[in-house]
């Protein structure tokens, strides 16, 4: 974790193409990137990024990160060989990297930790954060109950809608939950509001952003926080011996494909020994605006949005277009800098799995290994089912499973089993 | 008299209002117009500004629209400077005065004397994604002296500072109280005529109590030789006057679209804007 340049100042190639190393922070990478925020979040982003960049070179900083990753987040995460899908498939050989198993259901526990860490180290007293899905700020307000720390989470009024589970255990968790109207009462809303509870409050509170986005240094304080997923892939599939032709992951902003692929993206490429990586958006459940978030595999353009520039849903005037996914954790118009111009370079590979598509992963899963796939990760999932086959059988195929499913059973259970739901519904109310 | 800079949306509650807006902002005596350019994610302001864009939007606001709204505007100011210079004349003739009204939105730098400038506020995004020079240019064509871009700041700029200078669109730097020493020799350095105060941290709408950490702000802010913009929740008479004598002029915004937001409360919809917003900008200049 140690022994990596900072950034300079005002540096923009602190990240090259085909770099062996990246730095710890890069603020800028190829094009994307930056800090584009009114100058009141500047000294506190400024503090950030010293106390991020002071604690990677703290060893106790990083004992403490393994030793509650290992007691409270269940780390290792389980590496799963998924034996039964790979026999019906025929071709390579399917992992699973079982992160959902991670205490709250998701790897948004990994980045949740490393923040308070830092917030705790800062003096601040008070947290907040934005939630989507809800696995954020619910492993946001699990930690927080840990760790003594006040605990507001930002919540689109349409997400509370479909998420509802995840706001109670948010609630049971002590942190007070904030409906979110803006313009569509989704994930980005949920930005600009803890944004601007940040521009007032950041002297008591750090504002915990839930992917590997937003401005400088987040998208690379996120990324070396969620390493933990990719280091521990790469070292469990090295110890039993298997030659890795691909790694999939879902992207909605970014955090967890950025934390997977992480070990493989100092590697030369390209190369015959270098896996692919791929990356997953919500295909949703069409092309047309408003029906997808497919940034990179559809029709995202260059903007500033949320204080960094890359890839977003844009309208002909330049605003923000409403989106569209089963899953809420990607229901998002914007992808982290870094995997922007990774996607541009060609080094990640971005496509999409439709709804539906990550319904029927959740049902292959499920059947095949036991297994709930979150419907974010789902999308990997239906990835890797199309992939697989193609792929000779002494080469391995991994999927990141992010979060695991059980968050999902009011739209699971709606979409695949709707009369003895609504009945069972009914029934208790 | 108090300077103003007097803030509006484009657009709110429709294209055709917010014309009205303007004519009472200037006919109440404003010294200054900021219109802003609704953008889908305005994360720097409060509620009222940030329901007013959702208005604006759905009410089919589009950056060239915006653009032909402030032509408007400033054809109407053209008019009413030009006859008010004639009044205090009183021989004026009638045919220099038509001359001129017509002659003034397409020529910027020829605006009359009494004239509020207009500048334009807006967020990154809208200006970057269109083409920092087109807009800047589509600026100029529309009659706009300057813009306000609070998340495009110096060094972050993309490019805005350097194409305001050449394209003659002065380009005013947002600053806060915690900015720090460095920060603000940037932000100083990149400042032509104008500073945009912001006079407490947080976003726009919530009241401002003007105790002594505004003032000893605000004498830092004036060690900068600018003229300055010093606003963020002011909305009282007492707080304009508190301000005024220490700044160029003193923004007001969130509460004019609070006071509109009354009006159509108690009156409904079709309801006549432009006395609620002239009797507000009455009290305050
Ligand atoms: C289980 C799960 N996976 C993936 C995501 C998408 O986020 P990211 O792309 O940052 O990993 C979310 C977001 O809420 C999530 O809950």
Redesign the interface.
Same mark, same amino acid.
């Given at each position: 974790m140690s022994g990596r340049e900072g950034e300079k100042a %005002?540096d923009r190639d602190g990240y090259k193409k085909g770099e062996r190393e990246m730095r710890l922070v890069n603020n800028f990478f190829g094009e994307f990137g930056? !800090?584009? $925020?009114? *100058? +009141?979040l500047?000294?506190p982003l *400024?503090e950030l990024k010293r106390e991020f960049l002071k604690a990677m070179e703290d060893d106790e900083f990083k004992s403490e990160f393994e030793s509650v990753s290992a007691e409270y987040t269940g780390r290792p995460t389980p590496l799963l060989f998924a034996e039964n899908t790979t026999r019906m498939l025929g071709g390579g050989r399917i992992f699973i990297k079982l992160e959902g198993l991670a205490n709250t259901g998701a790897h948004k526990i990994n980045n949740v930790l490393g923040q308070l860490l830092l917030a705790k180290r800062m003096g601040k007293r008070r947290i907040i954060a934005e939630t989507g899905a809800g696995q954020h700020g619910l492993a946001t307000a699990a930690l927080s109950a840990k760790f003594g720390f006040k605990c507001r989470v930002y919540m689109g009024k349409v997400d509370i809608e479909r998420q509802r589970p995840n706001v109670f255990w948010m609630e049971l968790y002590g942190a007070e939950v904030v409906p979110v109207e %803006? /313009?569509s009462g989704t994930l @980005?809303?949920a $930005?600009?509001e803890a =944004? !601007?509870d940040w521009?007032?409050s950041?002297e008591d509170t750090h504002y915990l952003l839930g992917s590997a986005l937003g401005p400088s240094p987040y998208p690379d304080m996120v990324r070396e926080f969620q390493s933990v997923i990719g280091k521990e892939t790469k070292k469990q599939m090295e110890e039993r011996g298997e030659k890795i032709e691909a790694l999939v992951a879902c992207v909605g902003g970014g955090s967890n494909s950025i934390g997977f692929f992480y070990p493989w993206l100092s590697y030369p490429w390209p190369s015959s020994k270098t896996p692919r990586l791929i990356g997953v958006e919500a295909g949703g459940s069409g092309d047309n605006i408003g029906e997808h978030a497919a940034r990179m595999s559809g029709s995202g !353009?260059?903007? +500033? $949005?949320? %204080?960094y @520039?890359s890839l977003?849903l =844009?309208d002909d005037? %330049?605003? /923000?277009t409403p989106t569209h996914s089963v899953s809420a954790g990607l229901d998002y118009p914007g992808i982290g800098p870094q995997l922007a111009q990774l996607g541009k370079d060609g080094r990640i590979e971005f496509t999409k799995a439709s709804d539906e598509e990550a319904l029927t992963a959740v049902k292959t899963f499920a059947k095949n290994e036991g297994i709930v796939f979150a419907l974010e990760s789902a999308h990997a999932g239906a990835a890797a089912l199309k992939l697989a086959p193609q792929l000779p059988k002494d080469r391995a195929i991994v999927i990141n499973m992010s979060g695991r499913g059980d968050k999902d059973l009011f739209i699971l259970a709606e979409r695949m089993d709707r009369d003895n739901w609504h009945k069972f519904l009914r029934s208790i109310v | 008299m108090n300077k103003i800079m007097a803030h509006m949306v484009a657009f709110y509650p429709d294209r055709e209002k917010s014309l009205e807006v303007a004519r009472a902002l200037i006919d109440g005596g404003c010294s200054y117009l900021e219109v802003q350019f609704p953008f889908t994610d305005p994360s720097a302001d409060g509620v009222y500004i940030q329901r007013a864009c959702k208005t604006a939007l759905d009410a089919g606001f589009k950056v060239s629209k915006g653009f032909q709204l402030i032509s408007k505007i400033n054809e109407y100011a053209n008019r009413v400077s030009n006859s008010r210079s004639s009044n205090s004349r009183r021989s004026e003739s009638h045919s220099s005065n038509s001359r001129s009204s017509n002659r003034a939105p397409h020529e910027p730098g020829k605006l009359l004397p009494s004239h509020p400038p207009v500048f334009i506020m807006t967020y990154a995004n809208l200006i970057f994604f269109r083409g920092i020079e087109r807009f800047l240019e589509e600026c100029k064509d529309a009659g706009v002296s300057g813009v306000i871009v609070p998340d495009l700041p110096p060094d972050s700029d993309e490019g805005l500072y350097s194409l305001g200078r050449k394209k003659g669109i002065k380009v005013i730097p947002v600053i806060m109280p915690n900015i720090t020493d460095d920060r603000f020799d940037l932000v100083i350095n990149n400042t032509e005529e104008y500073l945009y105060a912001a006079i407490r941290t947080g976003i726009t709408g919530k009241f401002t109590r003007i105790d002594s950490s505004v003032l000893d702000f605000l004498e830092r802010v004036n060690r900068a030789g600018a003229k300055v913009l010093a606003g963020f929740g002011i909305s009282k008479k007492s707080q304009v006057e508190a301000v005024a004598p220490l700044v160029h002029s003193v923004v007001v915004g969130s509460a004019f679209i609070r006071v509109m937001e009354d009006a159509m409360e108690k009156i409904g919809k079709q309801t006549c804007l432009y006395q609620a917003v002239l009797e507000k900008i009455r009290e305050l200049v």
């Open positions: %005002g930056g !800090r584009y $925020v009114a *100058e +009141i500047n000294p *400024e %803006g /313009v @980005k809303d $930005v600009n =944004l !601007r521009a007032s950041f !353009r260059p903007g +500033i $949005v949320h %204080g @520039k977003f =844009l005037d %330049g605003q /923000v | -």
